[in-house]
């Protein structure tokens, strides 16, 4: 505000606009909130259909009490979207990887809680490592990398636990999830407050601004002086992160984890972060709107499944709502660009 | 011309015939009213500075855009339905052969020759390669040459790729028919090279086709074509002159366009300290270049494409990872050959690089005009927890002001502005960070005369601010009106360094002379990656 100012004419510019507080472009201001009014509708519709059911504390609590794991993938899944690299499959093998090894270690090996939980997360941020070096530093397509990292943690967890649950662990370490905070469990708020800190990032830090240049362009970003490498490398291993701290949350909640239920994650959050670019800001992937989306899935299918339908609605709804996501978003960015 | 028949109507003398040609994008119209005539055997020069429209016409003729209503392409007599069918194209004996020549390269010469023309068996639907093959030897007799068919198109010389590229434009002309365009097909030929492509070429006019080239190299158009048309602002400027009545000097100073020449010149602001001192620089062709630059003074880099004025200025910027050298800028020293995974050395030091191709090297056009401008400052202005908003807002509104961006919001996106507003966008990114030197690469390419107004006087009003400026530039008119000097390049060397009062006319005398009919081979085949 000291230099740049006095050295333009004395006549104060125009007001520069400082009570918008989103960098959120104008045009799109109705398809902004479209899918939030698309979810309340879904409310209204449930409501009037199944009164005694879905209009009920305990619905709500399952809706946003279940959601964590979730939570955290989609986080991990937007560091690297973000920056540009397209998909990074390997999100819920990652997390599934982490999952399995905390109740190996601890059942089958007698580590403490909390070492064990520590190695989790640790291996976790080493994979982000491994697919960082070989995407970034090599040059290896990110596809092909992250599909063969996914199938490889998929059978290593497999090994390690036998193809069994492995379930036994403390129940003191349940606290960390699912100490009750305003009726819903605290693995709620821990995934508010990282999609809250995620979006701080992205608007208003230069460590965000930074990665939304390294997205929209490397060549860009790095006559601009910003070390685009170091960032693509970084996003990886907080993705590693983000799966690993998800996984083991989630696992302290239960109690045990089942290698089985790794890749029915990969649609869901493929099909959140995907819905996301069609909310708050258009076009964009962003951390809010992948949160809401998230709950939208939520609150759709269990809607359905009180109406009695079964498992294969999940798989429906998800894979309808990914196609119809990326259709819109696809649409909103033509028309801005 | 004997296989010729009867000339009924005006039409048929030419081999192609455009009248009225326009095309408009939204209210940008690229091409206005173009008229052009071929002749048979005729090779016809098209020329024009990047964004006269060059490419639309191709684009046209060959099918990709549909023109506005009105126009109308004629050949040999026969309207051609607008748009433009592919097939139809082809059966009329229009072909086009692009820069890079459109061969696969892991397929073999005859696979390459019958792409997109395979015919197949009526119920096997298996190629007949023994009839695809005798059709491209065919096609390659014309030309008279003969090469093994299964050699893949990757292991063949430059000039044998080119060869092929013809064989496969000339193979659907009829005896005595066919216009072929070259649009700048001549990049990646060396010298010698190019002597064999003129050679066919001229052999396929020979065999009675007409062809329209398009180059950028001028005195190969000079030295090739019968004669040659100019356009400007999507307007044919001339209209098939003779090419024996013209020179490259001449052709320039059309395609720029007397009107370019809008600012006097104004004195020096250079002061006697030193803004930057660049010590043996070696960066692609160039090597061993210093140079003192004066805080305030307006050097200009110029050259034909691969003489290394680009290089230099690229490496000067930090864009480019140089062979060796250093330079001292304020006090700090950088080292040109260090690796260039970020310029953040160079922008602390006061190093500011304005790039020529701006949608891929200057802005993200999906992104806002207030953080494409603030973007190389957000690290050092702002906190690791904050960037903080007023100085963001200050920085935007200043430029916008200073500059003239229409429309004046700092939350527009730049893929939404005109390419002029744009520049100024990108300019507006660096002046904000007050450089003490900035380097600037075709400041002007492609933007309005009003927006090259704006931006002229805002690169004057950094020099008198004290920033060292180097301008690299093929424009012969902003060097004239902006330069204190302009250092003339040619075989990575200074060949000519032209001082007092400059005017274009010395500046492309400079250039071509420099660069004159005995460039060298290596030169010529360096342009294509050069630039």
Redesign the interface.
């Known amino acids: ?5 006095q ?3 004395p006549a104060p ?2 007001p ?3 009570k ?1 507080k989103l ?1 959120i ?2 045009q799109h201001a109705g398809s902004r909130y479209a899918v939030i009014g698309v979810w309340a509708a879904l409310i209204v519709v449930y409501w009037v259909t199944e009164p005694s059911l879905f209009m009920t504390v305990p619905s709500f609590q399952t809706i946003f009490g279940s959601q964590q794991p979730l939570v955290f993938m989609t986080a991990a899944l937007l560091c690297t979207i973000i920056v540009g690299e397209f998909v990074d499959l390997s999100v819920p093998a990652v997390y599934g990887f982490a999952a399995t090894i905390l109740p190996v270690l601890v059942v089958n090996h007698g580590w403490p809680v909390w070492a064990a939980a520590i190695a989790a997360v640790l291996c976790a941020v080493a994979i982000g490592c491994v697919n960082g070096f070989l995407v970034v530093k090599v040059g290896v397509n990110t596809v092909v990398v992250t599909l063969g990292v996914w199938t490889l943690l998929d059978g290593i967890a497999q090994l390690i636990s036998s193809d069994n649950t492995i379930s036994g662990l403390p129940s003191s370490f349940s606290k960390i999830a699912l100490t009750q905070v305003g009726g819903l469990p605290i693995s709620f708020y821990y995934g508010v407050a990282l999609m809250a800190g995620f979006a701080y990032v992205l608007w ?4 965000g ?2 990665m ?2 390294v997205g ?2 490397r ?12 960032i693509r490398f970084g996003s990886f291993v907080v993705a590693g992160l983000l799966a690993g701290a998800g996984a083991v949350i989630a696992t302290a909640a239960v109690g045990s984890y089942n290698t089985a239920s790794t890749d029915p994650n990969l649609l869901p959050v493929f099909a959140a972060v995907f819905l996301g670019t069609a909310i708050i800001e258009p ?2 992937f962003n951390p809010i709107g992948t949160f809401i989306g998230l709950y939208f899935l939520e609150t759709g299918i269990f809607g359905l499944q009180l109406h009695g339908l079964q498992n294969w609605v999940t798989d429906v709804f998800y894979g309808g709502v990914l196609v119809i996501a990326v259709t819109i978003s696809t649409l909103l ?1 033509r028309r ?2 | 011309m004997s296989a010729f028949v009867t000339v009924s109507q005006d039409d048929a003398v030419h081999r192609l015939k455009v009248a009225n040609l326009s095309k408009s994008f939204g209210v940008a119209r690229v091409l206005g009213g173009v008229e052009l005539t071929i002749a048979p055997r005729e090779l016809h020069g098209l020329v024009g500075q990047n964004g006269c429209g060059k490419s639309t016409l191709v684009k046209i003729l060959t099918g990709v855009y549909t023109p506005d209503p009105g126009g109308s392409v004629t050949v040999d007599g026969q309207p051609l339905a607008l748009p433009v069918h592919p097939l139809a194209a082809r059966a009329a004996g229009l072909s086009v052969v692009h820069q890079n020549l459109g061969l696969v390269d892991d397929h073999s010469i005859w696979e390459n020759v019958r792409l997109a023309r395979y015919s197949a068996g009526r119920f096997s639907r298996r190629i007949n390669v023994k009839e695809e093959k005798r059709q491209v030897a065919l096609a390659l007799a014309r030309l008279g040459l003969e090469y093994d068919l299964d050699e893949k198109v990757g292991a063949l010389a430059a000039e044998d790729r080119a060869a092929v590229a013809i064989a496969r434009a000339i193979q659907d002309h009829q005896d005595g028919g066919g216009l072929i365009i070259f649009d700048e097909s001549t990049r990646a030929l060396s010298r010698r090279g190019r002597a064999r492509f003129f050679g066919l070429v001229r052999q396929v006019i020979d065999g009675g086709a007409s062809v329209l080239m398009i180059s950028h190299q001028l005195e190969e158009v000079v030295e090739a074509t019968d004669r040659v048309t100019v356009l400007r602002d999507g307007e044919v400027v001339e209209g098939g002159i003779t090419t024996s009545e013209t020179d490259a000097a001449a052709l320039t100073r059309l395609m720029l366009g007397r009107h370019v020449i809008t600012h006097g010149r104004i004195g020096s602001h250079a002061r006697d300290s030193l803004a930057v001192s660049v010590n043996g620089l070696a960066a692609r062709s160039v090597s061993g270049f210093d140079l003192d630059l004066k805080k305030g003074e307006i050097v200009g880099f110029t050259g034909l494409a691969g003489s290394g004025a680009v290089a230099a200025a690229e490496a000067i910027g930090g864009a480019r990872e140089a062979r060796g050298g250093s330079m001292t800028v304020g006090g700090t020293t950088l080292r040109l050959t260090s690796k260039r995974g970020s310029t953040e050395d160079f922008i602390r030091a006061g190093v500011a690089f304005v790039a020529e191709r701006r949608l891929e090297q200057g802005l993200a056009a999906g992104l806002s005009v207030s953080h494409n401008l603030t973007l190389p400052r957000v690290r050092s202005r702002g906190s690791v927890l904050r960037i903080g908003r007023s100085w963001q807002a200050a920085e935007t509104a200043a430029m916008i002001k200073k500059l003239d961006v229409r429309p004046p919001d700092p939350d527009a996106l730049v893929g939404n502005l005109s390419g002029g507003n744009q520049q100024k966008v990108l300019l507006g990114k660096w002046l904000a960070g007050k450089p003490s030197v900035l380097v600037l690469h075709e400041p002007t390419q492609a933007v309005d005369v009003g927006a090259r107004h704006d931006i002229i006087e805002a690169i004057r009003e950094a020099a008198h601010e004290g920033a060292g400026v180097i301008i690299s530039s093929v424009d012969a008119g902003d060097l004239a009106v902006l330069c204190d000097r302009v250092l003339v390049f040619r075989g990575g060397r200074v060949t000519a360094e032209l001082t007092g009062d400059l005017s274009p006319d010395d500046i492309i005398h400079a250039t071509f002379e420099a660069a004159g009919p005995q460039r060298s081979a290596a030169e010529l085949t360096r342009k294509g990656v050069d630039r």
């Not at chain 1, 208003?204 to 460590?207: E, G, N, R, S, W």
């Not at chain 1, 060549?219 to 170091?230: A, I, K, N, T, Y």
């Open positions: 505000m000291t230099d740049t100012a050295q333009a004419t510019a125009a520069p606009l400082p918008r960098p472009p104008l208003f830090t230069p460590l601004r930074h939304r240049f929209a362009s060549e860009v970003s790095r006559l601009s002086g910003v070390r685009v490498d170091r076009g964009r960015h801005t660009s």
